[in-house]
């Protein structure tokens, strides 16, 4: 086993340490206090943030990465009281008790996790017999898992610990090593894996093939975008399975069984599981897609997640900046019609929206182009994946060409692509392609019952005096919240196009916009105060609100003057959850008071109290076993000695 220093443990690693630092205290559902007032709207409704926390974390000196740590939930909930007629907040956190937790916890050995780090993954200096030996020890303990003596068999290698949603009945987490995770609201305990078909701990389900379906390669067709799609207008659930081999990338739809009013039927009304999709360079970490009501894409960007790069003596993770960006669009129905676009390259982990428009030629002689466009927040480099490790971003092994060369940014960017394949000069263009502003951009969210529309508005997170690709050893902390009119800069950059790949409509930096008086300024920023910092916002609509931004955006926010001189959170440090007005970008309308602090986490969602009401029956919810005693006959303690030794030798 490992030793580390104190040196080593104080120093900490910089997402591992201060508030990104994990928490191991569970919360039930407790009572808030707050000051402002709650708008009716929320009234029965809950938000929840998921986010790694890794259980085992005794070993900080250890290889670490953001993306790594076991999910936890982390949800305000609105209670009405009809008694006095109000609303009350109550908070609750929970482990989400996937196969990897469970494992964890009646491990008395463990003191780091059982997954190798992204960290060990993407490092360069990772010698191929050091990430030989993780991933050996990571299947010696699966196996483990499945012996006498195990209390939590390892059937799935999913943490669960990226983002969140809702479809037909049922809140789900997710992470790309696996299939969804059922959670029951508003107290947050686990329920089991939905496999797109049946859920596990719901009356009379049977765990049948579903998403992966069966053969050799079925586990790793069942792992699935932490990041699906649900149409407004359909219910229809969209995902997509990346694997190792080819055709790398396969695409589900699952229709929703509940009838609604709001919801339109399906014009195709099937469901469809791991439909391969053709024309996939290789093995990449694509952590997102876009989806308009017609339309799918897909992206084959120069990020590559793939074991055998080792082969090859590269990182499992691998960027190459000499290579292309290349997206695939379909009909949403038919992944075998996909055509592909290039362009240069970049990293996209997060698109904003999507959707479909027509473009008529000047000549009435030549057909209308159809058009498919995405808002995404690209960055130039791959930075953020090596600083989010606290590692350095490798120097390119090979020269950019020159016309691809481009500052370290990340900016919400504009693509537009051109479909009418009748007209040779459009083949396969990309018509436009320029960012919207010059401001950081990330974890974009908009109005749900406007995805996959021209929507007029994109919320999203800023950063000052840096970019998302923070520097070494220093983490990203979110200081500004922005809402940005997607529409009028859209227009604005049709009307004076800026130049393609490196342009930008709206040049000014953040200070300059903060400096604005313009009440019609297509950029607001909500900064946050000196030394305060926020989370990913999510938009929670007004009752018949007039306007598409009528409504508010919540965020949870930590005071870092909590800190102590180490830079470490005291005991009683506590978050906020505050409620902003999304039209104003100014009020901040309540602000609730929580009993601890909320680690900064990654993605959130806001369930309506119709969500919490129409969730599907739960025969039985995931719990912790009890451990096993110290009795047994010789044989038996013989080999539970001897399986601890190997578990210590391990770690």
């Given at each position: 086993?490992?030793?580390?220093?104190?040196?080593?443990?104080?120093?900490?690693?910089?997402?591992?340490?201060?508030?990104?630092?994990?928490?191991?205290?569970?919360?039930?559902?407790?009572?808030?206090?707050?000051?402002?007032?709650?708008?009716?709207?929320?009234?029965?409704?809950?938000?929840?943030?998921?986010?790694?926390?890794?259980?085992?974390?005794?070993?900080?000196?250890?290889?670490?990465?953001?993306?790594?740590?076991?999910?936890?939930?982390?949800?305000?909930?609105?209670?009405?009281?009809?008694?006095?007629?109000?609303?009350?907040?109550?908070?609750?956190?929970?482990?989400?008790?996937?196969?990897?937790?469970?494992?964890?916890?009646?491990?008395?050995?463990?003191?780091?996790?059982?997954?190798p780090s992204i960290a060990t993954l993407v490092n360069p200096a990772s010698s191929l017999v050091a990430?030989?030996?993780?991933?050996?020890?990571?299947?010696?303990?699966?196996?483990?898992?499945?012996?006498?003596?195990?209390?939590?068999?390892?059937?799935?290698?999913?943490?669960?610990?990226?983002?969140?949603?809702?479809?037909?009945?049922?809140?789900?987490?997710?992470?790309?090593?696996?299939?969804?995770?059922?959670?029951?609201?508003?107290?947050?305990?686990?329920?089991?894996?939905?496999?797109?078909?049946?859920?596990?701990?719901?009356?009379?389900?049977?765990?049948?093939?579903?998403?992966?379906?069966?053969?050799?390669?079925?586990?790793?067709?069942?792992?699935?975008?932490?990041?699906?799609?649900?149409?407004?207008?359909?219910?229809?659930?969209?995902?997509?399975?990346?694997?190792?081999?080819?055709?790398?990338?396969?695409?589900?739809?699952?229709?929703?069984?509940?009838?609604?009013?709001?919801?339109?039927?399906?014009?195709n009304g099937r469901r469809l599981l791991n439909v391969p999709v053709p024309g996939m360079s290789g093995?990449?970490?694509?952590?997102?897609?876009?989806?308009?009501?017609?339309?799918?894409?897909?992206?084959?960007?120069?990020?590559?997640?793939?074991?055998?790069?080792?082969?090859?003596?590269?990182?499992?993770?691998?960027?190459?900046?000499?290579?292309?960006?290349?997206?695939?669009?379909?009909?949403?129905?038919?992944?075998?019609?996909?055509?592909?676009?290039?362009?240069?390259?970049?990293?996209?982990?997060?698109?904003?929206?999507?959707?479909?428009?027509?473009?008529?030629?000047?000549?009435?002689?030549?057909?209308?182009?159809?058009?498919?466009?995405?808002?995404?927040?690209?960055?130039?480099?791959?930075?953020?994946?090596?600083?989010?490790?606290?590692?350095?971003?490798?120097?390119?092994?090979?020269?950019?060409?020159?016309?691809?060369?481009?500052?370290?940014?990340?900016?919400?960017?504009?693509?537009?692509?051109?479909?009418?394949?009748?007209?040779?000069?459009?083949?396969?263009?990309?018509?436009?392609?320029?960012?919207?502003?010059?401001?950081?951009?990330?974890?974009?969210?908009?109005?749900?019952?406007?995805?996959?529309?021209?929507?007029?508005?994109?919320?999203?997170?800023?950063?000052?005096?840096?970019?998302?690709?923070?520097?070494?050893?220093?983490?990203?902390?979110?200081?500004?919240?922005?809402?940005?009119?997607?529409?009028?800069?859209?227009?604005?950059?049709?009307?004076?196009?800026?130049?393609?790949?490196?342009?930008?409509?709206?040049?000014?930096?953040?200070?300059?916009?903060?400096?604005?008086?313009?009440?019609?300024?297509?950029?607001?920023?909500?900064?946050?105060?000196?030394?305060?910092?926020?989370q990913e916002p999510r938009f929670v609509p007004r009752a018949d609100g007039k306007s598409e931004d009528?409504?508010?955006?919540?965020?949870?926010?930590?005071?870092?003057?909590?800190?102590?001189?180490?830079?470490?959170?005291?005991?009683?440090?506590?978050?906020?959850?505050?409620?902003?007005?999304?039209?104003?970008?100014?009020?901040?309308?309540?602000?609730?008071?929580?009993?601890?602090?909320?680690?900064?986490?990654?993605?959130?969602?806001?369930?309506?109290?119709?969500?919490?009401?129409?969730?599907?029956?739960?025969?039985?919810?995931?719990?912790?076993?009890?451990?096993?005693?110290?009795?047994?006959?010789?044989?038996?303690?013989?080999?539970?000695?001897?399986?601890?030794?190997?578990?210590?030798?391990?770690?």
């Amino acid at each position: 086993m490992q030793d580390f220093t104190s040196q080593q443990k104080r120093l900490g690693h910089p997402y591992l340490s201060g508030n990104f630092a994990p928490i191991q205290q569970e919360v039930r559902l407790t009572l808030c206090a707050y000051t402002g007032v709650i708008p009716e709207e929320f009234a029965g409704g809950e938000y929840v943030r998921n986010g790694g926390n890794p259980v085992t974390n005794e070993a900080l000196g250890r290889d670490a990465h953001w993306f790594d740590g076991d999910g936890m939930l982390t949800g305000v909930s609105f209670a009405r009281n009809e008694e006095k007629d109000s609303i009350q907040p109550h908070f609750v956190n929970q482990y989400i008790l996937t196969d990897l937790f469970l494992s964890s916890k009646t491990s008395s050995s463990l003191k780091t996790p059982i997954l190798p780090s992204i960290a060990t993954l993407v490092n360069p200096a990772s010698s191929l017999v050091a990430i030989i030996l993780r991933i050996l020890r990571t299947n010696i303990l699966v196996i483990l898992s499945h012996l006498p003596g195990s209390q939590a068999a390892i059937k799935r290698i999913s943490v669960a610990n990226t983002a969140i949603y809702y479809h037909d009945g049922r809140a789900l987490a997710t992470c790309e090593s696996g299939p969804p995770m059922r959670f029951s609201l508003p107290g947050l305990e686990t329920i089991g894996w939905f496999n797109g078909k049946t859920n596990e701990g719901e009356p009379g389900s049977q765990m049948n093939s579903g998403f992966g379906g069966r053969g050799l390669l079925s586990f790793m067709k069942e792992w699935t975008t932490a990041h699906p799609r649900i149409d407004p207008n359909t219910s229809e659930l969209l995902l997509y399975h990346s694997t190792f081999v080819p055709p790398y990338v396969y695409y589900s739809i699952v229709q929703s069984t509940s009838k609604s009013s709001k919801h339109t039927e399906s014009p195709n009304g099937r469901r469809l599981l791991n439909v391969p999709v053709p024309g996939m360079s290789g093995a990449k970490m694509m952590h997102d897609f876009g989806v308009s009501r017609n339309h799918t894409i897909i992206m084959d960007l120069p990020l590559s997640l793939d074991p055998f790069n080792l082969a090859k003596n590269k990182p499992v993770v691998a960027y190459d900046p000499t290579s292309r960006s290349r997206f695939g669009i379909f009909p949403r129905y038919a992944p075998q019609d996909i055509f592909w676009f290039e362009t240069n390259p970049c990293c996209i982990f997060h698109t904003a929206n999507s959707w479909d428009s027509v473009v008529a030629e000047s000549s009435s002689d030549l057909p209308e182009t159809e058009m498919v466009n995405m808002l995404v927040c690209r960055l130039t480099s791959a930075s953020l994946v090596f600083s989010a490790g606290n590692l350095a971003a490798p120097m390119p092994v090979q020269d950019i060409p020159a016309d691809e060369r481009e500052e370290e940014q990340c900016r919400l960017y504009y693509y537009q692509f051109a479909l009418n394949q009748s007209t040779t000069d459009r083949r396969n263009k990309i018509t436009h392609q320029w960012s919207l502003s010059a401001i950081p951009f990330e974890f974009p969210s908009l109005r749900d019952s406007v995805s996959m529309s021209a929507a007029k508005y994109v919320y999203g997170c800023s950063v000052s005096g840096t970019s998302f690709g923070a520097a070494l050893g220093r983490a990203v902390k979110i200081n500004a919240l922005v809402k940005v009119d997607v529409e009028t800069l859209i227009r604005i950059g049709m009307q004076n196009t800026p130049n393609q790949i490196i342009g930008c409509v709206d040049k000014r930096c953040l200070p300059e916009i903060l400096a604005s008086n313009d009440p019609n300024d297509p950029i607001k920023v909500f900064q946050m105060p000196g030394g305060w910092y926020a989370q990913e916002p999510r938009f929670v609509p007004r009752a018949d609100g007039k306007s598409e931004d009528d409504g508010w955006i919540l965020s949870y926010v930590f005071d870092e003057s909590q800190l102590a001189d180490d830079g470490e959170c005291r005991p009683d440090s506590k978050s906020e959850l505050w409620i902003i007005d999304a039209r104003n970008m100014r009020d901040v309308v309540a602000k609730v008071r929580l009993p601890q602090r909320v680690s900064y986490g990654l993605h959130g969602n806001w369930f309506s109290e119709e969500d919490v009401q129409r969730q599907r029956p739960v025969e039985k919810v995931r719990m912790l076993p009890k451990l096993y005693g110290k009795g047994g006959s010789p044989v038996w303690q013989m080999w539970m000695w001897t399986r601890k030794a190997i578990e210590e030798w391990l770690h």
